[in-house]
């Protein structure tokens, strides 16, 4: 049973940084692409960053790129979201997401099947 588990969260001041964590658990890293999106109440989901694992091969949303960093760990099956320069506007529950069986990855949720249930991300000004 496939599992991701997040981790990292919390409430940072504007400026700040924090390190997201996505355990993965019921399968090894192989070729899937990872994902993170976010998602603020009223607001539909969005594809923050994704990563195949199978060749590293990141993407980021344009309000992210320069600050965010997503990479994987394969001996560890983990994926991370490392934030910096944080904005109040990176608010939001964050989710982990894969597609497994893929390297040509896509930021759109439908694309996706397995979720973890997410963890929240509070940057006061």
């Known amino acids: 049973q496939v599992q991701l588990v997040e981790s990292g969260g919390g409430s940072v001041q504007a400026g700040g940084s924090l390190r997201l964590s996505c355990a993965a658990s019921?399968?090894?890293?192989?070729?899937?692409?990872m994902a993170w999106f976010r998602q603020v109440p009223g607001k539909e989901r969005e594809g923050v960053a994704v990563?195949?694992?199978?060749?590293?091969?990141?993407d980021y949303d344009r309000s992210v790129e320069g600050r965010f960093t997503i990479s994987r760990d394969m001996t560890k099956n983990t994926v991370y979201l490392q934030m910096n320069e944080l904005k109040p506007e990176d608010s939001a529950i964050y989710y982990c997401?894969?597609?497994?069986?893929?390297?040509?990855?896509?930021?759109?949720?439908?694309?996706?099947?397995?979720w973890g249930s997410g963890i929240q991300v509070t940057v006061s000004s």
């Open positions: 019921g399968f090894r890293f192989e070729r899937e692409c």
């Open positions: 990563i195949a694992t199978s060749t590293n091969w990141p």
């Open positions: 997401a894969r597609e497994p069986g893929s390297a040509f990855c896509s930021r759109s949720q439908q694309d996706f099947k397995e």
